[in-house]
Nanobody
Framework: VQLQASGGGLVQAGGSLRLSCSAS????????MGWFRQVPGKEREFVAA????????YYADSVKGRFTISRDNIKSTLYLQMNSLKPEDTAVYYC?????????????????????WGQGTLVTVSS
């Protein structure tokens, strides 16, 4: 399984970006996908996740109300719409996929729940 993330770039505070993540395998066989982010010297942190079947979404408190995760079943693509961006959103954003049994709710935000990762796309928010 290969995940290809794109859409990162440089944006001013208050602006918007949309990240995309395309999956090489049919997503009907995956149970969840998510976005994580990482800055140098810090651990990779959860941003948002979505159950592929049913579409239930989960968000980190820091992005709730500003970011929206969605998916396109036909295109096997995951999206992250990021609005009202802040300088502290600057990070490399990674998409991830869970193929296999559906994670329990508490596991949706855990890095260890996901068994495939994309290469990351850099988002830089200037003040």
């Amino acid at each position: 399984v290969q995940l290809q993330a794109s859409g990162g770039g440089l944006v001013q505070a208050g602006g918007s970006l949309r990240l995309s993540c395309s999956a090489s395998e049919r997503t009907f066989s995956n149970s969840a996908m998510g976005w994580f982010r990482q800055v140098p010297g810090k651990e990779r942190e959860f941003v948002a996740a979505i159950r592929w079947s049913g579409g239930t979404t989960y968000y980190a408190d820091s992005v709730k109300g500003r970011f929206t995760i969605s998916r396109d079943n036909i295109k096997s693509t995951l999206y992250l719409q990021m609005n009202s961006l802040k300088p502290e959103d600057t990070a490399v954003y990674y998409c991830a996929a869970k193929y296999g049994p559906r994670p329990i709710t508490s596991a949706m935000s855990a890095r260890t729940s996901y068994n495939y990762w994309g290469q990351g796309t850099l988002v830089t928010v200037s003040s």
